[in-house]
């Protein structure tokens, strides 16, 4: 009986060219989030971790991106600045982190999508996830993983640009690329917070622990947002 057929091996010395995988560049839903599972999660900086009881809430996979701010700012006519304006005309930023918005914009902006910011302890849950590691990928940095100092970036990166760099819960982005305002209350200057670094910090800046103090009038090439969702309630239309 004939033994099964096999092809003839290639020739060692013949190597195939493989096209890399281009990046993705579509525009994320607005609603694209992920789940953050009720819990207690084990927050803040080294020496200083409390337990904290966080969830459940859906946040955003992505930061918010020039795409979903223009859709808005063409809705509702709200002024923006002349770096913001030119930001949301550029097509090839559209998957890029919106920036240039100030604290009130973050708000005016969740107001109209009908979602919200995040908490710093939701935000920083999803984050860290429930091994409380102190970058969203794991215990060791990474550039690769994220838009840092380190990565030489130099300007912000599309959203989906770092899958490896993704929290347990699907979140990406949550070190570096831009800061992310977050919905805690202002500290007694009257100053907001802004959690995960930009693409002009270190790997100490981009860890998930790490909270900096920020003028909420003031917009900023490295700071931006994203969304939270709270769960309807049981029984509760969706």
Known sequence: ?????????????????????????????LRDVVAVAAGVYRLGEPGEERDVPVGPVAIGRYP????????????????????????????????????????????AFCAWAG???????????????????PWPWGETFDPDRCACAEAGHGWTAPVAAHPAGAAPCGAQQLAGNV????????????????????????????RASRVLPADPDRATPTTGFRIAIDPPPPGGMP
């Open 179 to 206: 800061w992310e305002w977050v919905a805690d209350p202002p500290d007694a200057d009257g100053w907001r917070a802004v959690r995960g670094g930009s693409y002009l910090d270190h790997a100490w800046g981009v």
């Open 64 to 107: 918010v991106v020039n795409a979903h701010v223009r859709a808005f700012v063409t809705e509702t006519g709200r002024p923006v600045g002349r770096a913001l304006a030119a930001r949301l005309e550029a097509g090839q930023l559209a998957d890029h982190p919106a920036t240039e918005v100030t604290f009130a914009d973050a708000l």
């Open 1 to 29: 009986m004939a033994g099964p057929a096999f092809a003839p091996a290639p020739d060692a010395r013949v190597r195939r060219s493989v096209a890399p995988v281009p990046p993705d560049r579509s525009v994320p839903g």
């Open 115 to 133: 979602v919200r910011l995040p908490t710093g302890a939701e935000w920083e849950a999803a984050a860290r996830g429930p091994d409380a590691r």
